[in-house]
Each structure stands twice: as C-alpha cells, then as structure tokens.
C-alpha cells in the first residue's frame, strides 16, 4: 500500500471547517483513500473513503486531486467533539484486508 | 444494535502469566483484527482472521496468538506477558474486502 504524509498537528476554530491534507504521491491507480479518526481512548473510527471522485457524507467530505496524490478531509463545521487524531490511509480494496495506519494528524478544535 | 465488544477493559497481570483478551463481534463479519497501540508507534496489527479457521500474523506477532474457532470470537492470547507487552489492545472487525472496520473500544493491559 502506498505510503501516506500528513502534519502531525492542526488547530482549527470552532464552527468553522477544518482541512485536514494527506499526500500520497505513490497511490496507484486502484488504490482507495481511506480516513479514520480516534478521539482520544476510544477505538479508532471510520469516516470516509473514495477512489477519484469526492465523496460527501453525513460527517465530512473527500477531496480528491486529479491526479490523485493528494487528498482533503473536510470537517464542514467543526465542534469541540472532533478534536481526535485522523488517519488517511491508502490500500487496495480486494487485496489483504488490513489496514496500516500512520501516526496521524492531531486535530484540536478550539472554542 | 449489532457491536464489537471486549473485555476486559483494563487488566493487571504480572510477568510470565499467560493472558487472554477477549473479542466478540455481532456483525457476522468474516475478517477480524487485533491492534496494539503505545506512545510513539501508533496502531500497529498483531494478528488476524478472514474466517473461520482461519488466522495470520501482523507486523508485531511475536509473543502473542489468536484462534477463530467460530465468526462472533477472536481471542488474542499472551503466552507468557512481559512488561513490553504493557499496551492498549484494539480488536476490529470488517465484513468481504471493504476497509471499513469497526473498532472496540480497547483494552489496556498492564503488564508487571
């Protein structure tokens, strides 16, 4: 699976969206983007994923550039509860079914 | 609701005690998954499970072991702790090839 960069941290005001970037300049062309988020203790948590296309739903959105080695996580209106680490991860649907995560941006959402 | 639980949820053992964690999922997702998780190194997979029968080793197996003798369990086992065992554990489950899982919500186990 191609490898991932992302900032290890991030602040973002509550209320408004947070971006959160990930590069992954080795994706190969049916490798899927992946993002998950751990609140702090808990068990990691998915949120979306997508191959090309942007994906949108109920938590966050998906940008995807064109040529695909680089993504954005949208949090549209960010609040305090969403201050957690996310992951984008980069895998192969169809191949090993694990997942390898990275170390992650630490999101904090300030009031 | 279906879930994913575990238990214990924090656990004191001592060195050279072998220990079993526990992981049970109502899913009927056929892949199951166990991760360690310390400061400095993130998530990392000790072992999983495709199916019944069915079991393989992570990146961090050495010391640990997990059988699958039914789809709702996968026991992760400590044969003999050691204190660089000390770690929060996670259990995930997943159903077909998607890289959805759904995550427990860990066990911290500390090893003496």
């Known amino acids: 699976d191609a490898k991932t960069t992302q900032p290890p941290s991030m602040d973002c005001a509550e209320g408004r969206a947070a971006n959160l970037p990930c590069n992954h300049s080795?994706?190969?062309?049916?490798?899927?983007v992946y993002w998950y988020r751990q609140i702090h203790s808990q068990g990691p948590q998915y949120i979306i994923h997508?191959?090309?296309n942007n994906e949108t739903n109920e938590m966050a959105s998906l940008i995807i550039t064109e040529d695909r080695k680089s993504s954005t996580l949208i949090l549209p209106h960010a609040t305090l509860r969403d201050t957690a680490v996310y992951y984008c991860i980069v895998r192969v649907d169809g191949s090993a079914r694990q997942l390898t995560f990275g170390s992650g941006t630490q999101l904090t959402v300030l009031p | 609701d279906a879930e994913i639980t575990q238990s214990p949820r924090h656990k004191i053992t001592e060195t050279g005690r072998q220990v079993t964690l526990a992981c049970h999922q109502t899913?009927?997702?056929?892949?199951m998954f166990w991760y360690r998780q310390d400061l400095g190194h993130g998530l990392r997979l000790i072992h999983y499970s495709y199916g019944v029968q069915d079991t393989n080793k992570g990146e961090v197996s050495d010391g640990y072991s997990v059988s699958r003798s039914n789809t709702e369990d996968l026991p992760l086992t400590l044969e003999s702790a050691a204190s660089s065992q000390t770690s929060v554990y996670f259990c995930?489950?997943?159903?077909?090839?998607?890289?959805?899982?759904?995550f427990g919500p860990g066990t911290r186990l500390t090893v003496l």
């Open positions: 997508g191959l090309k």
């Open positions: 995930a489950s997943s159903y077909g090839t998607s890289g959805e899982q759904f």
């Open positions: 899913w009927n997702h056929n892949n």
């Open positions: 080795t994706i190969s062309g049916n490798e899927y």
